[in-house]
Nanobody, 115 residues
Framework: QVQLVESGGGLVQTGGSLRLSCIVS????????IDWHRQAPGKQRELVAT???????YYPDSVKGRFTISRDNAKNTVYLQMNSLKPEDTAVYFC?????????WGQGTQVTVSS
């Protein structure tokens, strides 16, 4: 079955950095696009980065220039490097794949940025 497992969250000060990892199993990983999303308390879940099977990426303006998504197909892993973190980046971060006609989500990892 399809599984996604995130790790790497934690508590960091404003201006700090974190790298999140998402290990994916149950799919032909190199073919599929993977997204990172986040959800802050009381807010809707939002897309923060996406990478397709060819390595093309997209970022919304809120994180562009600060976040970098990458993938290691040999390890079935997608990374999210987050730099210059701000308190408004505090959220649970999820990775997601759309395959077999549905979305599959990981369990999420908490990122907290203190001011």
């Amino acid at each position: 079955q399809v599984q996604l497992v995130e790790s790497g969250g934690g508590l960091v000060q404003t201006g700090g950095s974190l790298r999140l990892s998402c290990i994916v199993s149950g799919i032909i990983f190199s073919r599929e696009g993977i997204d990172w999303h986040r959800q802050a308390p009381g807010k809707q879940r939002e897309l923060v980065a996406t990478i397709n099977g060819q390595g093309n990426t997209y970022y919304p303006d809120s994180v562009k220039g600060r976040f970098t998504i990458s993938r290691d197909n040999a390890k079935n892993t997608v990374y999210l490097q987050m730099n210059s973190l701000k308190p408004e980046d505090t959220a649970v971060y999820f990775c997601k794949v759309y395959i077999y006609g549905r979305h599959y989500w990981g369990q999420g990892t908490q990122v907290t940025v203190s001011s």
